[in-house]
């Protein structure tokens, strides 16, 4: 019997060696890296600023228009973070330091547009921008913005000043780039601050714009006719076909472009900073629609600011009774129950929402500088 077994054993080893090789070699298989095709790099582009755009800003902005939470297109973007705000020298940034983080992977103090403080006490110097990386490379620029084309935001992609409030060094540096032919589209309010600017150096603005192969002109409408419109205005425009004439300006390059449009969304005037937040979801849903697979989209805020919903009855329209509450005697936007204003920027998060090849990235806590980083992955850019 002893014999029978061994036999019997010795006739299953080849049988279970090969099990175990079959496993082994199966084991090995799956530990080999499986190939996969490299992701997408985006062609175009596109950053929406809400300036101020705070998530409890957003939050009564969607409630006050539809009645519902979560109901603005920004809440459906597949990927969501939350990004930092503050500033290199404070917990509370300013527009120029927000921007400016977001467009050049470095904080820096408030009031100081994409440049960074030297070493030692030496002056401030510049830092590169995403806008300026795409004019080195070939590819279109735009700017949109309903706020003076020289204010801090806009101001972030394309110059490099001390202090956001020289207006006459960033429209001089509006026209004589680092990188490229500077900015191709421009879109924003300022027109008579450009006219005083420019007379300072005994000429016109549409003389200095047109020397540096603008259209120059206050109705949108423009850019639809020029590869290189300057659009400055002191009134308000209306937002989609602003930048539905400049996406179709701009994609006529092969090589792709970039695209920042600002929406200010301050509530100092609560109806109209969240009136801004509609008008610039619906930017962002239509943009979505037109813009194409190729293209990166992401939003985010530069600060967040003081405004709180502290009541509203379910089944009633918000805006409703905002406006009633607002219309009792000794009612102020500080103290109204049902929407509030403390008038100032606040330093909590701010979301970012991204969609498109690259918008993966966009996850979790991040600083703001983060955002530069993600954008110059996206399309394979490295920093210089």
Known sequence: ?????????????????????AVFAAATASAKPARTAAAPRPRNVIVFLGDAGGL???????????????SLFIHSM?????????SLNRWVSDSAAGMTAI???????????SMIPGAAGAAPRPVKTFMEYAEQRGLST????????????????????????????IFAQMLAPRFGDGVDILIGKGRKDAAVSFAKRQTTAEQAFAAAGYR?????????????????RDTDFAPL????????QLARNPRGYVLMVEWDMHTDDPQAGLRHVVE?????????AIAGKDTLILFTADHSFGLRMGGGDRGQPLAQQFAAAGAKPGTTIANNPIISIEDGHTGEEVIASASGPGAEQVHGFFANTRIFDMLMKAVGWARD
């Open 1 to 21: 019997m002893t014999k029978t077994r061994s036999n019997l054993t010795r006739r299953r080893l080849p049988l279970a060696g090969c099990v175990v090789a």
């Open 56 to 70: 409890p800003t957003l939050s009564a902005g969607g409630i006050m228009a539809h009645d519902r939470p979560q």
């Open 78 to 86: 597949p990927h969501v973070g939350l990004s930092d705000t503050s």
């Open 103 to 113: 467009m050049t992977g470095y904080k820096t103090d408030n009031g100081v547009v």
């Open 142 to 169: 735009g700017v949109v913005t309903n706020m003076p084309i020289w204010d801090a935001t806009p101001a972030a992609c394309y110059a490099h000043v001390p202090s956001r409030k020289d207006k006459d060094a």
């Open 216 to 232: 120059y002109g206050d109705d949108p409408a423009l850019v639809r006719q020029a590869p290189r419109a300057a659009v400055l």
């Open 241 to 248: 076909p602003a930048v539905e004439a400049t996406i179709g």
């Open 280 to 288: 610039m979801d619906d930017m962002i849903r239509r943009v979505t």
